[in-house]
């Protein structure tokens, strides 16, 4: 059973950096076929999928958060982690970690998710 636990601040400035890391458990993040996701929801609005780094380590953005995005790994902590630069308001959301078997493109684990609140 793969499990993914999310940790980091739940409370950023804006302006500054927010840093959160996912902890995986269960299987490896570089088990082919398998890639590794940021997801976030605002509140009251929809999901939005940030980013996401393969098995091999390749990266990919979503194109209105690529310039401040950043999704990085540590292979030996079995860890993968995301940094959104230059935060707002606008980026106050549950943040989600998950797993994507990328075969079909599914999302097969996620993680509790982590409320991050940049203040106004």
């Known amino acids: 059973q793969v499990q993914l636990q999310e940790s980091g601040p739940g409370l950023v400035k804006p302006s500054q950096t927010l840093s959160l890391t996912c902890t995986v458990s269960g299987g490896s993040i570089t088990t082919s076929n398998y890639a590794w996701s940021w997801i976030r929801q605002p509140p009251g609005k929809g999901l939005e999928w940030m980013g996401v780094i393969q098995y091999d380590g390749s990266t990919y953005y979503s194109p209105s958060l690529k310039s401040r995005t950043s999704i990085s790994r540590d292979t030996s902590k079995n860890q993968f982690s995301l940094q959104l630069s230059s935060v707002t308001p606008e980026d106050t959301a549950v943040y989600y970690c998950?797993?994507?078997?990328?075969?079909?493109?599914?999302?097969?684990?996620w993680g509790q998710g982590t409320q991050v609140t940049v203040p106004s």
């Open positions: 998950a797993r994507i078997y990328l075969v079909v493109g599914t999302v097969g684990y």
